[in-house]
């Protein structure tokens, strides 16, 4: 079992930036995949970026070249870098971690317990 903390959520203006942190302790060695989720009121979660173990990472369309996910193994943690932020991009942003490709795809990993992201226009 993998515990995830995340944090760096907040309010922002349209244009600015925030970097959102993942911590995990537990089970560490078992994480292979590791992603950003968020939700918006009234829609479904939504994957943002995902990273692998190698550092293969994908982003939805609505965040490319906006958005940079990375890893530290090291300080096992998972980094979010927002930016030039858009009133759209408010949600409650989810971190995830998965031992496989396949719990990946199929959303079986462990969840943090999310944080708000508010962008103002």
């Known amino acids: 079992q993998v515990q995830l903390v995340e944090s760096g959520g907040g309010l922002v203006q349209a244009g600015g930036s925030l970097t959102l942190s993942c911590a995990a302790s537990?089970?560490?060695?078992?994480?292979?995949?590791m992603g950003w989720y968020r939700q918006a009121p009234g829609k479904h979660r939504e994957l943002v970026a995902s990273i692998t173990s190698d550092r293969k990472t994908t982003y939805a369309d609505s965040v490319k070249g906006r958005f940079s996910i990375s890893r530290d193994d090291a300080k096992n943690t998972m980094y979010l870098q927002m930016n030039s932020l858009k009133p759209e991009d408010t949600a409650v942003y989810y971190c995830?971690?998965?031992?496989?490709?396949?719990?990946?795809?199929?959303?079986?990993?462990?969840w943090g317990q999310g944080t708000q992201v508010t962008v103002s226009s």
């Open positions: 995830a971690v998965f031992s496989s490709a396949w719990a990946f795809l199929t959303g079986r990993g462990s």
């Open positions: 537990g089970s560490i060695f078992s994480i292979n995949v």
